[in-house]
């Protein structure tokens, strides 16, 4: 069982920056995948970025491209979101998730459905204004 806590959210101005961490409770394994998601108030959880953790690949939503960079230092088991160049419409619930990655490749972390993250935080709340 992997627990997972998210830390770093917060409110921010509309261009400001924020770095959500998220701690695991095991060491990270080469087949699994580490991600965040986000729920915006009245929408559906959606994919921010991923990283698979056996070749460092990422994979990243269209709409945070060039201004999020997901990262994984193994030695602290903990999983980063640096968000720059922040947006009203990124408010959200933001959560770090973990899944076993079956086939051993990079594309399985971006495009899995949600349903194979077993492994969810709580979540962290970002609140961006304009």
């Known amino acids: 069982q992997v627990q997972l806590v998210e830390s770093g959210g917060g409110s921010v101005q509309a261009g400001g920056s924020l770095r959500l961490s998220c701690a695991a409770s095991t060491s990270a394994v080469s087949n699994y995948c580490t991600g965040w998601f986000r729920q915006p108030p009245g929408k559906e959880r959606e994919r921010v970025a991923t990283i698979y953790i056996g070749n460092g690949a990422s994979y990243y939503a269209n709409s945070v491209k060039g201004r999020f960079t997901i990262s994984q230092d193994n030695a602290k088991n903990t999983m980063y979101l640096q968000m720059n160049s922040l947006k009203p419409e990124d408010t959200a619930m933001y959560y770090c998730?973990?899944?076993?990655?079956?086939?051993?490749?990079?594309?399985?972390?971006?495009?899995?459905?949600?349903?194979?993250?077993?492994?969810w935080g709580q979540g962290t709340q970002v609140t961006v204004s304009s």
């Open positions: 998730a973990a899944a076993l990655n079956p086939y051993a490749r990079a594309w399985y972390c971006g495009t899995s459905g949600q349903n194979e993250w077993l492994y």
